[in-house]
């Protein structure tokens, strides 16, 4: 990021952390046949701030941009090994007013509940390929 208005901080558990800043940067990872997306965010120096995992019906690319398909739930891992489960409420919501059924529904708690199993396992391969990823992005574009 070279130029902001302001940094966009964000607010866990009454803790603020920076995700944009001038010199940070992210990198979006968009799996082909998975129900997920991962945005990496890095600070100045190159630190991973946060990894931030969209659950989605579905992933694409079209014209070159690539896409997701939304489904609510969104799972925040930190450096530490600390894990954040947001959006729950939203979820609900959607199924409550009949905006998603029962099979989305379904299918975003399971992916949920199985990414996270991962993450706590130390097995989700875009966690450990995102430095890497960002450093074969930053050498194409010299």
Same mark, same amino acid.
């Given at each position: 990021?070279?130029?902001?208005?302001?940094?966009?901080?964000?607010?866990? #558990?009454?803790?603020?952390?920076?995700?944009?800043? +001038?010199?940070?940067?992210?990198?979006?990872?968009?799996? %082909?046949?998975?129900?997920? /997306?991962?945005?990496?965010? &890095?600070? +100045?120096?190159?630190?991973? !701030?946060?990894?931030?995992?969209?659950?989605?019906? /579905?992933?694409?690319? +079209?014209? =070159? @941009?690539?896409?997701?398909? #939304? *489904?609510?739930?969104? !799972? !925040?891992? &930190?450096?530490? =090994? @600390?894990?954040?489960? $947001?959006?729950?409420?939203?979820?609900?919501? %959607?199924?409550? /007013?009949? !905006?998603?059924?029962?099979?989305?529904?379904?299918? %975003?708690? $399971?992916?949920?509940?199985?990414?996270?199993?991962?993450?706590? %396992?130390?097995? &989700?391969?875009?966690?450990?390929?995102? /430095?890497?990823?960002?450093?074969?992005?930053?050498? *194409?574009?010299?």
């Amino acid at each position: 990021m070279v130029q902001l208005t302001e940094p966009l901080i964000v607010q866990y #558990d009454k803790k603020e952390v920076c995700i944009a800043n +001038e010199g940070y940067s992210w990198l979006q990872q968009f799996p %082909a046949d998975k129900h997920h /997306s991962v945005t990496t965010m &890095f600070d +100045e120096e190159g630190n991973i !701030i946060q990894w931030y995992i969209d659950i989605c019906l /579905s992933n694409g690319c +079209e014209d =070159g @941009k690539p896409w997701m398909d #939304d *489904l609510y739930l969104d !799972i !925040i891992l &930190f450096p530490t =090994g @600390k894990i954040i489960i $947001k959006d729950t409420d939203e979820l609900e919501d %959607a199924y409550k /007013s009949g !905006i998603i059924h029962k099979e989305l529904y379904d299918l %975003a708690w $399971k992916e949920v509940n199985r990414v996270n199993r991962m993450l706590c %396992a130390g097995d &989700f391969p875009l966690v450990r390929l995102a /430095s890497e990823h960002k450093t074969q992005l930053m050498g *194409l574009l010299k």
